[in-house]
């Protein structure tokens, strides 16, 4: 039965293919449709808006930044002076200061920690700048 089927079917293809006329564009067709693609305007939902805004990543170089300058200077020892001046009270159980304390960075990790930073902050307007051309073009 399923045989008899597809061989109808086949047929009526067949049949169909025979009767049916090849279209064919004019000579200007994809030149019109071309200029039609270009005066289509962008709507206002498909406007680039970055998830980061320009003051969030302002805020974390500024952050990272300074927490660089601060451990190169104090050769990588946090000290616990600013929280005492701040009259921040820890419990006697919970004492971070010691245990970050008994943390020593050698200049080698220092240097290699500053120099991911460098190529981080190098990298991403240069990456920005090509993917921008890419999404231009």
Not at 56 to 67: K, R
């Amino acid at each position: 039965m399923k045989a008899n089927i597809d061989k109808q079917v086949e047929e009526l293809v067949s049949k169909m293919m025979k009767e049916t006329i090849i279209e064919k564009p004019s000579n200007n067709f994809t030149a019109h449709i071309m200029e039609q693609v270009a005066d289509i305007k962008l709507s206002k939902a498909y406007v680039y808006k970055p998830l980061i805004s320009k003051w969030v990543w302002f805020i974390l170089f500024a952050a990272v930044s300074s927490l660089v300058i601060y451990l190169a200077f104090n050769n990588g020892q946090p000290s616990s002076e600013w929280l005492y001046k701040l009259n921040i009270d820890f419990s006697p159980k919970v004492n971070f200061m010691k245990g970050l304390s008994s943390f020593h960075y050698s200049k080698t990790t220092v240097y290699a920690c500053v120099l991911l930073t460098v190529m981080l902050f190098i990298q991403i307007p240069i990456l920005k700048h090509h993917m921008d051309k890419r999404l231009e073009a």
